[in-house]
Structures are given as structure tokens and as C-alpha cells.
């Protein structure tokens, strides 16, 4: 319901490039070991047969935030809080807001780089930035924006994913979580980690195009607080390209977003053609 923040648009100014990897020291050749049998494509180990399922773990979130119904109260949301990148001590105001079906509207504020905006229409991904102005979003980057936006994403509609698979349980953030892995009907893969104790989802793993060309990203999702009957997490780090941002949600309004909101900027106007 609460759109998180996509990494692209504000690494995109503010990130490193990239250091190449390290070469790792040359090691003596050995003879190469007997390949090892694959197990049969269907096959299960003891430890997969008793995870459960991708559904039963996403039902268990749906039910700790609040629930289907209380999800399906709100139509528009708009969430006010903080960014940061400790690592530079840059930060600044976000407003974050979200309406039914699949619109959306980010805003940042930060000293020394100006205004990051970006949003969906239903129809237009664009995002207006200081150094590389204003741009309209099109083929994978566009169908992922509009992803992104659905609304009640929380719900986990069937439609929206060619399937969904608990692959283990593992330790995310120093907490046992099972891991899952959410296949897009788009051909992309999402991984989620929920917590095996509260069954809140404690992260994600997520690949996404940009301007800059394709970023993963990190999340650390924590301190869920209660709005209006919902659950919802109020920290974020997000890592990538060894970069962290830090989001601080201080409050979240529902059902009062004007639908101007969502209106394109002029200078996103003049690009359509």
C-alpha cells in the first residue's frame, strides 16, 4: 500500500561510480573433482518439505499489518518522513504518496542537489532530476514503475506474479526469516524476507532499470507502527552500490490525497509527443 522508495532516481546523483572487483590471487590448479548428481527436478530436501509455502507465509504478513479488509479501506496515501545517507550526512524531507489503482508520487529535498521528483500516472513514468532533468520513463523501466505503483500491492494479487516459492529459512538482519522468491509475470524475480517469529516482512532484494542503467537494491524494513488500523514499517535502509539510504517515516495519512497530485509536471508535458 505504502510505495517504498526506488533506489534508481536518487543514486543516480549522488552514489560513487562503482569500484571494478578485486582480482583474487591466482591459486595452483588442481584436478577438477567429480561432478556432483543433480538432484531430480522435482525432488525436495527434508529441510524444503517442511518451509512453508510462499502463500501461507504472505497470508501470515496480510493478517499482522491488519488484514485484507483494512487494506481494502484506504484508497490513497500520503506518507511524510526523511532520507539520509549517513555516509555523507546528506538528507532531507520525502513525501510519498499513493492512490488506487497505480499511482504514485515521490518527492525529495536535498541541500546541495535540489528536488528529486518522480511519478506514475496510471499511464506515464517520468522523473524530474537536477542533473539530468526531466525524463520520460519507457519499456522495462516503465512496465516496472507501474509494478511498483499497483496500490495494494500488499494483497499479493496471483495475476501480478508467474509464481511464488519459499526457498529457505535464513538469517536476514539478525533475524530468522524465510526467504521467498516472488516471480514477475514480466520475467523479473523479487526476493522477500519475512520474519519467522512475527511474520512481518522484514526485506527485499529487488532489481530495477534506471536511467543510469540496472541497479539491485537492499532493503532492511523495520519499526512497524501503527496508522489507522495498519500496520506499516517506518525505517528502510536501502544499500546499493555500497551506498546506504536511510528512510524515516514520521507520519501517514489516508483517503486525503487530491488527485492533482498525480498531474505531469509541464516539463514531463512537453516530452510526450
Known sequence: MMVLLSSSSFTAQTAPSAAPPKQAPATPKQSPAAPKQAPAANAKTAEQADLPSA???????????????????HKSTHAVGTISMPATGITGPMDVYGAAPNKSFVKISLGGVGDIVEGFDGTYGWTLQPMLGPMLKQGKELAEKKFDSEYYSDLYQAERYASMKTIEKADFDGRPCYKVSLARKDGG???EYYDANTG?????IQTRESPMGSFTATQVITEY?????????TTVKLTTMNVEQVIKITSVEFDNVPPSTFDLP???KALIK
Not at 58 to 66: E, P, S, T
Not at 200 to 204: E, I
Not at 225 to 233: A, C, E, R, Y
Request: proline residues 3%.
Open 55 to 73: 502463500q501461507s507465509i504472505i497470508d501470515r504478513h496480510i493478517k499482522a499489518i491488519g488484514g485484507r479488509g483494512a487494506i481494502l479501506t
Open 266 to 268: 509541464a516539463q514531463i
Open 200 to 204: 512481518l516482512r522484514a526485506g527485499t
Open 189 to 191: 524475480e523479487d526476493i
Open 225 to 233: 507502527k501503527n496508522f489507522s488500523g495498519l500496520l506499516i514499517p
